[in-house]
């Protein structure tokens, strides 16, 4: 069955990358919507069957862009509706903020930016499989929201403990970036290459050979999620 799904995005050049590829892959329609460059949330969000929230270089804390307190209150509403919602990076803080819990910066400044291990645990070794390594790109971190279930955390000593989490049937987040494709990974590189030098960030030959070790994987574990993801069958 086709389903329409919201993909929310945080700046204009951003695309959906390897989510919006899978998805039309899967037969299902895809509306795009970026609130931080003044787009309006579409009024009727009971005409689709699934969210999905991204990331970007923007705090889940800023409330002083209303873009921001915007998609607050539409995961907020979101969650009423008792639909499936993916949150990735930025995606998942924002859902962890709106379950009550705190996004915060590195006690050391520490990032995660590259291929990174996770540990999945409990249902997340169900839905998370042979999942090793993930692609990363973020600064700040969540803790576990109340209710919420650990599906995987870091391995990394000084890291950020909190990878995915679950909530009810239809609401998955994770700190990682499974949206990424090539492409999108030369962009990114292009355009702030220079985070590369902050602490806990990996080289780019890290980046450049996950490519071929783990992106394979990552790309095949996205499509068969996101199938089971708005099945509620994960």
Known sequence: MSRR???VL???????GQVGIALRQLGHQVQV????????????????DGLVVFGGPMSANDDHLSGIRMELQLIERWMHLDRPVWGICLGA???ARVLGSRVFTHHRD???????????????KQIFGPLSRV?????EGYHLPHGAIRLASGVVDGHFEEQAFRVGDHGLATQFHPEMHPRMMNRWLARAGHMLDLPGAMN?????????RYYPKQSRWLKQTLDRWLESDL
Do not use: D
């Open 93 to 95: 803080q924002l859902m």
């Open 33 to 48: 919507v970026r609130p931080l460059v003044g787009q309006r949330l579409p009024r009727q969000i009971e005409r689709f």
């Open 10 to 16: 945080h700046q204009a050049h951003s695309t959906t």
């Open 204 to 212: 780019i030959n890290n980046h450049r050979g996950g490519l071929t």
């Open 110 to 124: 520490q990032v995660e930016i590259g291929w990174y291990p996770i540990k999945p645990l409990g249902q997340g």
């Open 5 to 7: 799904v919201l993909c």
């Open 135 to 139: 692609y990363q790109w973020h600064r």
